[in-house]
């Protein structure tokens, strides 16, 4: 048996985070996610990509449940981890980049956008 905090653990809350999210329930997702998220910040480095997938789902359900300011603020975040994992033309970078002008515009901050 694993630990409470083992990444496997984190590994199986994300991926039926992911189930909750396809069904539309959004706040079982975030609570399922930033239960992953605490996992993975304890057992990963802090510039892990792993921590940068997970932030960016965690936005995503916070986007549907209309909380904006905490979705850019978690893009962000992802942004910056995967800025420091990744080569500046990675698809990746190019993807949060997108979903954070999005958030942005949802906040009506075209400048940022």
Known sequence: ????????????????????????EY????????RALG???????????TISRTLGNLA?????????????SLLRRALAIKE????????ALAVTLGNLAVAYGRLGDYEQQ
Do not use: M
Not at 1 to 24: E, N, Q, V, Y
């Open 27 to 34: 706040e079982q997702q975030k609570s399922l996610l930033q």
């Open 84 to 91: 420091r994992a990744f080569s500046p033309d990675h698809p």
């Open 60 to 72: 995503d359900a916070v986007g549907w449940l209309g909380d904006h300011e905490q979705q850019t």
């Open 1 to 24: 048996a694993f630990s409470p905090h083992h990444s496997s653990i984190a590994t199986t809350l994300d991926d039926l985070a992911d189930a909750f999210g396809h069904l539309g």
């Open 39 to 49: 996992i993975y910040e304890r057992t990963l480095s802090s510039d892990h990509p």
